[in-house]
DNA sequence: GTCTATAGGCAGATAGAC
DNA sequence: GTCTATCTGCCTATAGAC
């Protein structure tokens, strides 16, 4: 491992940044070290100084990706007022990624799914396991302050607003229209309001 | 274009049938000739007597894919007695091809949208249009009878029913978890029921 | 940390015999 | 229609100099 200095954006972070967006773009499999490589400005040998092998570079980037998704559903139970106000925020964070054009980095990992080293496979799940967790537990706060409506168990419904919203941004990206993430979603919140 | 009888399963057909399950499972890109040719029991080279390049194989996938949906909708439509039925027929649809371990495979190219030839992105769109096209028209029959509830434009309520279902297959596959899909599947039903 | 050079494999594709 | 043989290109990965 390189030694870095705490706020630095070293090369081996850099090399994530190219790399995490491809991945988003295109997939695991369909980007590579060349790809990087001519990108960032150094060779592909140079590549494998930071990440010996491709299948580490994957595993990395779903950590920093779930990571970093953590932390924004950290920053959303802190700031946002109630359960509703929440999940909008989480509607929110999948808008952006579209916005940028790129697709869930786990949504398009799950499409390639039986291809993926078994590492990256393990990782795959522990993100969707945690925003289901995270969205279970929100329903029951929003059952609790009265700003959701849903009939069923939590776990059950926090799977189905998930599979919506990868859903929505799976279909919505070949048409490249938000409005069609948008009417995904809106109609998803309309369902817990009932 | 090699002279076939009408009913006889011909190289090229058995070819297509390979192919699809191969692509279904792993993607457009993450097969290859030699999968296909290794498991037919002929040679690579032999393959491009009947699709010359892979970007025409993957067309002809994708319309053979196409044709048969279309047929398996107008199947329903002659069918199911009410708006309710064909909807509850359309998701058992979904919930047959994950079963047989498959991703729908206009779900699974949509995930590698971008790196698609030209041909194949203007059929994976016309997959989505149709399936959005039957729905809305669906929709609007199960207002005028009765048996759906909905609120919002049909297209619109249209395109979230696409978008939930390719959701559902896409997350529960990691999971090789048909419950999960059909709890998604329930949610959604129950929402057009209120 | 980054380079040059190269290995070794697999991809899609073609020529031409049968 | 299917074969053998071959091509070219790209991929991941490694060795070793600087």
New interface residues.
């Given amino acids: 491992m390189p030694v870095r200095n705490r706020k630095e954006s070293g090369t081996a972070e850099r090399v994530l940044d190219i790399a995490e967006r491809l991945m988003q ?3 695991f ?2 980007f590579s070290y060349a790809d990087i490589a001519t990108e960032l400005g150094i060779t592909k040998a140079s590549l494998h100084y930071h990440y010996p092998g491709k299948a580490e570079l994957g595993q990395a980037l779903i950590t920093r990706y779930t990571r970093r998704f953590s932390e924004a559903l950290a920053d959303i139970d802190r700031d946002a007022p109630d359960a509703r106000a929440k999940l909008e925020a989480y509607v929110d964070l999948y808008a952006g990624v579209l916005r940028n054009e790129r ?1 869930c980095m786990c ?2 990992l ?6 993926l080293p078994d590492a990256m ?1 393990s990782e ?2 522990g993100f ?1 396991d945690e925003n289901q967790r995270w969205l279970a537990e929100l329903l029951k706060a929003g059952d609790a302050d009265g700003t959701l409506k849903f ?2 168990r939590p776990e ?2 926090a ?2 607003i ?7 941004m ?6 490249g229209d938000l409005a ?1 993430f948008a ?2 979603a ?3 919140m ?2 817990l309001t ?1």
Same sequence: chains 1, 2.
């Fill in positions: 773009i295109r997939g499999n369909n697709m949504g398009i799950a499409a390639e799914y039986p291809t496979q795959v799940i969707f009939t069923g059950d419904v799977q189905g998930l599979s919506t919203l990868e859903g929505a799976l279909v919505a990206r070949p048409y069609r009417a995904a809106g109609q998803l309309a369902g009932t």
